[in-house]
């Protein structure tokens, strides 16, 4: 926000955003999106690159899909532009199973966490991984998720 700031007080007509929420929480996102839409309104150029697919389509109107370093497409008409289609241009292939999963049974649990209390969780935390099994956490700063982790 602060380098938004600047820009502005340069009056630039101008802005280029690198990945601007990937450290924010979600009320500063909502606040973020704000102040890009009234810029937008004001008739600023803003230059946004994300690989968050919901806030490409929320806030812009074309895109241009780089892999590489070299341009793959670019879609004036962000609206008629399938998810499917922009993530294929971005890995370069045809995505049926994204993480390349094949179903097969799990094992036997491997490891059970039960009653985990800490500063930051609102609740005990209870889970168990199986072999073979990947467990994935996650949540805004400040959830609790690290924390978690540390205990473990």
Do not use: W
Not at 55 to 80: P, Q, V, W
Not at 84 to 89: A, F, I
């Amino acid at each position: 926000m602060v380098e938004i700031c600047k820009a502005l007080l340069r009056n630039a007509r101008v802005i280029a955003l690198d990945e601007p929420t990937s450290s924010l929480s979600h009320r500063e996102t909502e606040v973020l999106f704000k102040l890009v839409r009234d810029l937008k309104a004001d008739k600023r150029a803003l230059i946004y690159i994300s690989h968050r697919m919901d806030e490409i389509y929320e806030l812009c109107n074309a895109c241009t899909i780089f892999r590489d370093g070299r341009k793959i497409a670019s879609h004036l008409s962000l609206g008629e532009v399938p998810r499917d289609t922009l993530v294929q241009e971005m890995v370069g292939r045809e995505i049926s199973d994204i993480y390349n999963y094949r179903a097969r049974p799990l094992g036997e649990v491997r490891f059970t966490v039960k009653d985990v209390q800490g500063e930051e969780l609102s609740v005990p935390a209870n889970f168990e991984v199986k072999r073979g099994e990947i467990v994935g956490f996650f949540g805004l700063v400040g959830a609790g998720r690290s924390e978690l982790m540390h205990l473990v």
